[in-house]
């Protein structure tokens, strides 16, 4: 992963939640319509860097649905602004995957994220749109489909996209989240801040629930000294599925963010979360009989620790709360546990590996699932501008409940990849 594909990941994720300052049990919320381009005259001249890559693959899938074999093309574009009143960045991920599996044949899949800032005065501003277009549950990479040769370059994950920790080894499925901040600075150490977006998840076979969410958070933040800050967030949110079923949720938590030096640093929040009373459903049985959940108040709490030391990256995140069920079943409450580790060997020599767990009791479904995912992959630089890499990517899923159907993963899959990656440097706008 180039040094340009590292901060404009950092710059999306700061974007997309304005850093440490509005952590906390973020909940999928609604927002005003996009910004307008207006270009004119008295408009700066465009300048910034620019990246594409461009990877083609050869993958071999055992298990879940059963061993077949799978082609894939894909890009990846990456667009940071070097402006520090306006910054505007842009990640995108896309291909298409040709399946010898019988039904599926050739497929496409999409992922992009486009996050516009706005720094006046005490003023900061930002909003973000973040969609996605996948013929499976997401897992590892840039755009969620293992064995393209970007693992190990997962964004830090948005907490408002619509979660997936429930595996479905196959349906088409469209999701888009649209979220806006704003922070005003009022001294020195002290800030408000307030965020809200909208997000749905769709699909488009008829092979899970279709939901939406809404929701907002406002916070106040103090810094206590140059590397420590705290911050107190209420937050609200509306889950809403097929059928007319839905359910709200409130929330307060204590958010505590420390540098404890250029290399680490750490995040914990944690609070009270509120379920308001609601009759849902579940894949399987609960399809046909409604179930009834009662209110309910849980412990919901997110960390995350990162830490950089010149060839290596570390990542550790852990996030426990109330979801939208991953199209399985009316909502869910997940506990999970993820981490990435990224090493540079030498000149020509990288490897990477992810794994996530996470356990989810259904909030309207009886049982608990439990599913892994994860990969490795290792990259030899060809030359100035190729690379070849081979890959592994393992998903395990266990089932103990009322969920059934085809496409729910029970048991273990497993995917092998080996393929090669075109990757020039990286161009400077505004000096062609």
Partial sequence: MTPFLKTSMATLAFLTGFGGLVHGQATP???????VYNPGPSLPAIDGNFQYSLAASEIVQRGGLGEYQETSGSGTVEYLSRSTVTPFSLLYSGGVLYSTYIGMGLQTFQSATASQGLVAGRWNLGVSDTVSYLPQSPSTGLAGIPGLGNQGATPIPNPTVPAQGVITTYGRRLSNTVNGDIQRQLNGRTSLSGSANYGFLRFLDGNGYDSDQIGSQVGLNRKLDARTG????VQYGIYSFTGGTSFTTKG????FNRAFSRSLTVQVAMGPQWVSQFTGFALGSGTSVPVSSPARLNLAANASASYTHRYTEVTLLYNRGVNGGSGTQTGGLADSVSGQVQQTIGRDWSASTSATYTRTTGLAATGTTTSIYGGAQLTRRIN??????VSFNLQHQNINGSLTGPYLLQG????YAIGITFSPGSVRLGQF
């Fill in 29 to 35: 919320t609604a927002s005003t319509s996009a910004p």
């Fill in 252 to 255: 307060a938590n204590v958010d």
């Fill in 230 to 233: 705290v911050s107190l967030n």
């Fill in 412 to 415: 273990t899959s497993q995917s």
């Fill in 384 to 389: 100035r501008d190729f690379s070849g890499f």
